[in-house]
């Protein structure tokens, strides 16, 4: 079955679907309803070659009537020992963006990390947050002298993380 040929988009714990939106494998969770949805993948181009990044997971729900889809981009290149601050272009309209996340990887790709952790599970300082949301980017920056300001996050040739946004349609 595919999402896109559904009435209904019920998505089960301990399912996985393809990027085509085919169901690869389900568990023996009850399904949750969700409302009426699609699942689709799209080449997203917002400037040269270099800066092409694929969306996938585009997931829109329609739930009383309120429709929203997520988009996951590329941070791109953020050698984040020497810079604060990385802009990534978003290609929406900015004003109906509802929430923007981020997912920081370590130069060997070992530890993920949400941007805004704490040094350790006890600590409640972000060591790093979105700054703000204009008409072209969401400025990601993180905290000086804190836990991503340091040589594991120098690697100035690799793609950096993800940025998770939700936003209205």
């Known amino acids: 079955m595919r999402i896109s040929q559904a009435s209904s988009l019920d998505i089960m714990k301990a399912s996985m679907l393809s990027a085509r939106g085919d169901l690869v494998m389900r568990g023996a969770a009850v399904p949750e309803r969700l409302g009426a949805g699609i699942m689709d993948n799209m080449l997203v181009s917002n400037g040269p070659a270099a800066d092409l990044t694929w969306e ?15 988009r996951i981009v590329d941070i791109g290149v953020w050698n984040m020992d020497v810079t604060t ?5 978003h290609g929406l309209t900015f004003t109906n963006i509802l929430f923007a996340g981020a997912i920081i990887y370590d130069n060997t790709y070992t530890n993920h990390s949400l941007i805004n ?14 700054d ?7 400025k990601l920056s993180r905290l000086t002298g804190g836990f991503f300001d340091s040589v594991d996050y120098n690697n100035a040739l690799m793609n950096r993380g993800k940025v998770f946004i939700i936003y209205l349609f």
């Open 117 to 130: 952790r704490g040094v350790l599970h006890s600590d409640t300082t972000p060591q790093g947050f979105v």
């Open 56 to 70: 996938y997971n585009n997931i829109f729900f329609d739930v009383t009537n309120i429709r929203y889809r997520t």
């Open 132 to 138: 703000r949301i204009n008409n072209a980017n969401i």
């Open 85 to 89: 601050n990385k802009n990534v272009v």
